[in-house]
Antibody
């Protein structure tokens, strides 16, 4: 069964770039049936979709974050990554990676366990 | 942008109760609506996709209905493991989640 695991620094300084990687195990990231997303959740708050990537490399981003987000995929390592530039304290959150299914009705299953990223000097 | 609202924001209830959570979209989203359950410190878990389809492995006490702008998640008989926060999510235009409904013990 497919499992996802986020990794990356837990502490990032303001104005720097947040970089996370999601490693997919138990299945191929290249499957045409799925695509891959990043979602975040500030402490005690709701969920915010960051963006998605298809195995073709095509991406879509949340308009509110689009100017600062880059998502990439490395099929040779079965990984996809998130870069979020010019971070502020407002970017402090638990970051999840998730497998997405569906082209119009799009849902997420499974999710990684999440990784807390704190933006602080 | 499509805004999602959920009601109630929280409810206190008892084991065995029937629970209904409502999700409303600011414009029609057809059936492009999913439901998730999240427990403290854990990732969300998919319950219902496409408004009314039960995800494999999810107990049949969970059901979803609705289309257009109004949707409901129903738990027919609440079990102890169901105390959690529930989120709806639309994918009709970009992708947004509702603010969540916390279900706790009365």
């Amino acid at each position: 069964q497919v499992q996802l695991q986020e990794s990356g620094p837990g502490l990032v300084k303001p104005s720097e770039t947040l970089s996370l990687t999601c490693t997919v195990s138990g299945g191929s990231i290249s499957s045409i049936n799925y695509h891959w997303s990043w979602i975040r959740q500030p402490a005690g708050k709701g969920l915010e979709w960051i963006g998605r990537i298809y195995t073709s490399g095509s991406t879509n981003y949340n308009p509110s974050l689009k100017s600062r987000v880059t998502i990439s995929v490395d099929t040779s390592k079965n990984q996809f990554s998130l870069n979020l530039s010019s971070v502020t304290a407002a970017d402090t959150a638990v970051y999840y990676c998730a497998r997405a299914y569906g082209d119009f009705v799009e849902w997420f299953d499974p999710w990684g366990q999440g990784t807390l990223v704190t933006v602080s000097s | 942008d499509i805004q999602m609202t959920q009601s109630p924001s929280s409810l206190s209830t008892s084991v065995g109760d029937r629970v209904t959570i409502t999700c409303r979209a600011s414009q029609s989203i057809s059936s492009y609506l999913n439901w998730y359950q999240q427990k403290p410190g854990k990732a969300p878990k998919l319950l219902i996709y496409a408004a009314s389809s039960l995800q494999s492995g999810v107990p049949s006490r969970f059901s979803g209905s609705g289309s257009g702008t109004d949707f409901t998640l129903t738990i027919s008989s609440l079990q102890p493991e169901d105390f959690a926060t529930y989120y709806c999510q639309q994918s009709y235009s970009s992708l947004t989640f509702g603010p969540g409904t916390k279900v706790d013990i009365k």
